[in-house]
């Protein structure tokens, strides 16, 4: 373990470096313009994981964006562990609130800003250095381990579960490791056992071929942005902020007592969540407190919205059509094919017969609830401890990572969410950063995980 | 007159060239990367307006886009005739919609295919050259005219008010010429005897300083674009379709019996509006016909609305902001002042305690009524059954020219509304055209107006 903590420290500068090419690849999946940049993200991972010593090192095609394996096979009778992470980033609009250039990632009071930083190519790079240390000082891995690369978790994972479908024997494993969630702080990690599912949506309202003038017809005709509004004002109830779509909440699992109880120690409190976002007033589902909500219960959200004329000045027009991003995030034991439909027949159903409504479902993925009492858990359970000083919390989250999902149910092994972002990182939005400290912990948090066995 | 025939007849092609010239200038107000193509389209004028002979030609700078002046007043115990046009035009988004492009003015099939064919270059561009003809083949006009083109008609004509009561004296006349409206079909002439005033609204609703995460957040923060759909839900009744801004109908006139009897001849009519827009069905005011809600009653729209991610794709975001611009159409006796101290007051009444609201007043303009006894409207009378063998049908108007307001208030002068567009002509909407006929009428109509005291 020495020599290894020595190798870390002397090659932190390096490990930074290459870190900042990989995050230099805008390889945003959701802009098609980008196609090739994600291309030569899973291109530049494939030759970085050869040269750090992995073997069978392949890119593997799916119908959308490719997936990137490798593995190293030659610890028997120890277990498997696969490593997931994803190469793919969000957008950064809006790009003029940057700091810096989102694509070269620039160093500031000892966090690395830029696109992908935390979410999630930081990450799980930190994976692969650890790995690379292992083989560099002791010329073999104390476990066997398996990688997979996705490019398509920001679009919701829309083909991994074929890929694994067809893959199974390749995939096998024991445990799936993820670093792609954070801590509740510098020092307090957390262990997610439960992740949302997420059902996103487009909806576009139009009501004639294109825009009329809006004095000519303006109190004749009806006007697509303000039938959109009437619509969105009816997925939820105002007061007490309950979707409305008939049979939303079927299945949804309810808390035991204890489990509430647990989740009030959660790092996610009000307070938490004011100083992380800047809201004035936390706004959730009435008679649950907000732990439980982001982590327990689903909710809806308009993720987008445009209609007609958004530049600058006036335009005196009635829009022919209106269209919004809707999303929901789903909790067990919702089904997201089921909540797909319902919100689709739901929407339909109260559009205004004069206008014709398209509801596409650009992705979908499942809940996801696995049991504390794992082993790996208890591994992870230590290794943070070593490495932190606290003991980490159990707590469910918001967000949906689809692999976990998608392994349960076609590989039936558990993931360790073991994330070293910070509730700050900005994800998704702009300045997303990952604290340096942070990124080098994880690297020995990962290391110390693999030789745990 | 004969001469005068002869002219016009031998210069169909000069004009229809000179009127393309001037259409290649994207004079578009409303966005500022076009300021210069605005004041070289004043230029453009200038220099014509010399060239067909009227005097004392001058660009006039105000607070906003310059107005072009030019005179002729040798015409001694005659009235004198103000012509207003305006030499701005409105954005010609949705660019791909268009079969040519909008700046390169195109025929087909007898349409002059370009953005201001008919809204408003075209039409004004037609009293040029009536006088440009009167002054070719008679050496003198019968008039005195006063031409007044404006650059910020599309903005709401925002420093046209200053711009006339600076200049009162150098404005007097006896009456206003505009063609700045259309025909109810090519052989049915219309006179508009009341038009609608607008305030035109932008609203920002915002509720923290950056985006957030919607799988983190998701369920316990506000997010503005459900609360401007909200909002928005807020402003109409969705069932009679009146608008709820308190005090909102206040002062609003009651067409008499007559008046009423009078509007269901209109060429507005629920099968004219589903043939000139496309939509399914006619939405409107309860207890009120369409040519009422055209030309009678006040009304309010949503003229583009954005928020979040609206790029390919999906982003699990919670927008930090939504904005919406929304205008109202006013009527007689409404008063724009009012109407936007009883809007942005409601708005920020209504908007949640957690939300920044930001309200912006892009421009405001009066209603305005005329007396249909009026002598100049008994000439336009004339000559219109001269040209197109009807008498046109006297109507009110759902669209703004905010001048006559401020004519009417400023100089008390009222506006002939001589319009030589047609219902189908797509102002503000792609694919804009002139009838190139009704173009070539227009001119005879103008010089038969101005031979007619």
């Given amino acids: 373990m020495q020599e290894l903590q020595t190798y870390l420290k002397q090659n932190k500068e390096k490990q930074l470096n290459e870190l900042k090419q990989l995050l230099a690849i ?22 970085h994981l050869k040269k750090i010593g992995m073997e069978h090192v392949k890119i593997v095609k799916t119908k959308g964006y490719p997936v990137v394996y490798a593995d190293w096979l030659k610890a028997k009778d120890k277990p498997t562990v696969l490593v997931y992470g994803h190469y793919d980033v969000q957008s950064p ?7 810096s250039p989102p694509f070269i990632a620039e160093v500031r009071k000892g966090n690395l800003y830029g696109r992908g930083t935390a979410d999630d190519k930081g990450q799980f790079f930190a994976h ?51 670093s792609d969630s954070h801590m509740a702080s510098p020092t307090q990690p957390l262990m997610e056992y439960g992740l949302r599912g997420i059902v996103y949506t487009q909806v576009e309202l139009s009501t004639m071929p294109r825009d009329a003038h809006s004095g000519s017809y303006g109190g004749n005709i009806p006007n697509p942005a303000i039938e959109l509004a009437l619509l969105v004002s009816k997925l939820k109830d105002e007061k007490s902020q309950r979707v409305l779509i ?14 509430r109880f647990e989740l009030r120690k959660s790092s996610i409190t009000r307070k ?10 936390t706004v959730g589902e009435m008679g649950f407190f907000e732990a439980e909500r982001a982590g327990a219960r689903p909710t809806l959200d308009v993720n987008g919205l445009w209609s007609g004329y958004t530049g600058e000045g006036q335009k005196t ?41 398209d509801v596409r479902i650009l992705s979908a993925s499942e809940p996801i ?14 290794v943070l401890k070593e490495v932190f000083g ?64």
Same sequence: chains 1, 2.
């Fill in 26 to 47: 805008p390889s945003i999946s959701a802009q098609s313009e980008h196609k090739k940049d994600i291309q030569t993200a899973a291109n530049w991972l494939a030759v």
């Fill in 93 to 99: 609009d809006p790009l003029e609130q940057w700091k």
């Fill in 128 to 178: 692969l250095k650890s790995i690379e240390a292992l083989l560099q000082t002791q010329g073999s891995l104390p476990v066997n381990v398996k990688i997979m690369l996705e490019g398509e978790e920001e679009l919701g994972s829309v083909h991994l579960a074929e890929f694994v479908d067809k893959n199974k024997k390749l995939l096998e494993a024991d445990v799936c490791l993820i």
């Fill in 246 to 259: 008939p049979g939303f909440y079927d299945g949804v699992r309810r808390l035991a007592l204890r489990e």
């Fill in 272 to 281: 938490t969540i004011l100083d992380e976002t800047g809201v004035k007033k």
């Fill in 317 to 357: 027009i009635i829009p022919a059509r209106a269209c919004a991003k809707i999303s929901m995030r789903l909790v067990p034991h919702q089904d997201s094919a089921d909540i797909a439909k319902k919100f689709t027949r739901y929407v339909k159903a109260i559009a205004p017969k004069y206008a014709d409504v």
């Fill in 369 to 382: 609830l696995m049991q504390k009492d794992n082993k790996y858990f208890k591994v992870a359970e230590k």
């Fill in 390 to 453: 606290n003991s980490p919390r159990y707590e469910l989250q918001g967000g949906s990572i689809p692999v976990t999902a998608i392994l349960k149910d076609k590989l039936g092994i558990d993931s360790v969410l073991m994330g070293f972002g910070l509730p700050d990182d900005g994800l998704h939005s702009p300045n997303e950063k990952l604290n340096l400290d942070m990124f080098y912990k994880g690297i020995e948090c990962s290391a110390r995980f693999l030789t745990s066995f």
